[in-house]
């Protein structure tokens, strides 16, 4: 998600497919961090009515990945 006061305290969600795999709300920064094993995913972040996703693929359990989200 894009560090900015937009994505501040967004409901970040993780999902496989409809499958809802992790959740945890963006600091203040608009930044956030997820554990999951390796897969393809969907990552939503919502902050009231404004919402955005992007397609994850985690190859490695142990994997550094930054996902960007814009809220329109």
Do not use: C, F, H
């Amino acid at each position: 998600m894009q560090p900015t006061t937009t994505g501040a305290l967004a409901t970040v969600e993780l999902r496989q497919g409809t499958t809802l795999i992790r959740t945890t709300t963006a600091d203040i920064n608009g930044r956030y961090k997820l554990w999951v094993s390796a897969g393809t995913y969907t990552l939503t972040a919502t902050k009231g009515a404004q919402s955005g996703s992007a397609p994850v693929t985690i190859t490695q359990p142990s994997q550094l990945t930054t996902v960007n989200v814009t809220l329109n």
